[in-house]
Nanobody, 122 residues
Framework: QVQLVESGGGLVQAGGSLRLSCTAS????????MGWYRQAPGKQRELVAE???????VYANSVKGRFTISRDNTKNTVYLQMNSLKPEDLAVYYC????????????????WGQGTQVTVSS
C-alpha cells in the first residue's frame, strides 16, 4: 500500500506564492505519475498538474505559467510551486500518485493524499 502525506497549504494574499509537497511511503515496486488535483467549493475535482517518472509534465490551462510541478524520485516526493496566486485558486489540493505494487503486475493503482487547503484572499 501507498501513503501520501501533503504539506504546505495555507492562507496567502492574491499575488503571493505557496509551495506544496507530497511524499509517498509504503510498499511499492515503482512510483509512476504523480500529480496535484484540486477541488473548489461546489465544483468537481480537477487536474492541476501531473509529472511522470521521466519528468514529462502536464498543466491545466488555468495554471500554466504560474505553477510549476517537480519531483524528487529519490525521495518519492512531488512539489507544486504556486506563484501569482489568484482568488480562484482557492481549493483543497490533493496529491495523487500512480504506483505499481509488484514487479509482476501490469496494473497501476491510484492513491490520494488527505488534501491541503489553499486559501487566497483578494
Amino acid at each position: 500500500q501507498v501513503q501520501l502525506v501533503e504539506s504546505g497549504g495555507g492562507l496567502v494574499q492574491a499575488g503571493g506564492s505557496l509551495r506544496l509537497s507530497c511524499t509517498a511511503s509504503g510498499s511499492f515496486f515503482s512510483m509512476n505519475a504523480m500529480g496535484w488535483y484540486r477541488q473548489a467549493p461546489g465544483k468537481q475535482r480537477e487536474l492541476v498538474a501531473e509529472i511522470t517518472s521521466g519528468g514529462t509534465t502536464v498543466y491545466a490551462n488555468s495554471v500554466k505559467g504560474r505553477f510549476t510541478i517537480s519531483r524528487d524520485n529519490t525521495k518519492n516526493t512531488v512539489y507544486l510551486q504556486m506563484n501569482s496566486l489568484k482568488p480562484e485558486d482557492l481549493a483543497v489540493y490533493y496529491c495523487n500518485a500512480r504506483a505499481r505494487i509488484t514487479p509482476w503486475s501490469s496494473t497501476d493503482y491510484d492513491y490520494w493524499g488527505q488534501g491541503t487547503q489553499v486559501t487566497v484572499s483578494s
